[in-house]
């Protein structure tokens, strides 16, 4: 099992470009979550899905969109990239709210 | 305002000491989870709790959920410098059409040899 996988590892952005970050799992886990963290802080909930063809906002929305399409993907759109999204992005899942949340690697984003 | 917050935010010890981390909030929680993240990698879980006063051990850590499930603790014995981390409660909070796995505001723990 690959459990979650997000790409890229790293990114670059200029002011204003948009960008996708993709989130895969293979445990066909329902819930799945996006956050942002900065350095050494915890964790803020940018969107999440509880099922496919369903998302809710979290604390930290604006700026950001999600789809589900399918239970294995739940990527992240940022639209014009601003330097307050630089961050690091976890996607995670689980079986259940109350479950094991499983997360992936992170991806680094810088926008200058 | 973050709806689980953790104190204290920042903590540097020496390889032996003893330690307490406190996660608080004003509303209920069903359970309240623990996780440890270390650089460059997503958080792991630790434990769950989910009765009100339970304590659960593991190793030396030792996790108490409150009676009244507002609030949790996580208190290391003999710190060792592998405990060194950034140390996450997080809990399912319902302020929607669903739940959602929301995230305490970190303790980043330093354990010097």
């Known amino acids: 099992n690959a459990g979650v996988t997000q790409t890229p590892k790293f990114r670059i952005l200029k002011i204003g470009q948009s960008m996708t970050l993709q989130c895969t799992q293979d445990m066909n886990h329902n819930y799945m979550y996006w956050y942002r963290q900065d350095p050494g802080m915890g964790l803020k909930l940018i969107y999440y899905?509880?099922?496919?063809?369903?998302?809710d906002k979290g604390e930290v929305p604006n700026g950001y969109n999600v789809s589900r399409s399918t239970t294995e993907d739940f990527p992240l759109r940022l639209e014009l990239a601003a330097p307050s999204q630089t961050s690091v992005y976890f996607c995670a899942s689980s079986y259940s709210l109350q479950g094991k949340a499983f997360f992936g690697q992170g991806t680094r984003l810088t926008v200058v | 305002t973050q709806l689980l917050e953790q104190s204290p935010q920042f903590l540097s010890i020496q390889e032996g000491e003893n330690l307490t981390v406190y996660c608080n909030s004003s509303?209920?929680?069903?359970?309240l989870q623990w996780y440890r993240q270390e650089p460059g990698e997503g958080p792991v879980l630790l434990v769950t709790v989910v009765t009100g006063g339970e304590v659960k051990k593991l190793k030396r850590l030792t996790f108490q959920f409150g009676d009244a499930r507002k609030d949790s603790s996580l208190h290391i014995t003999a710190a060792q410098p592998g405990d060194t981390g950034l140390y996450l409660c997080?809990?399912?909070?319902?302020?929607?059409?669903?739940?959602?796995?929301?995230f305490g505001t970190g303790t980043l723990l330093a354990v010097q040899p």
């Open positions: 509303s209920v929680f069903s359970s």
């Open positions: 997080a809990g399912p909070f319902s302020g929607g059409a669903t739940n959602k796995l929301i």
């Open positions: 899905s509880v099922g496919a063809g369903i998302t």
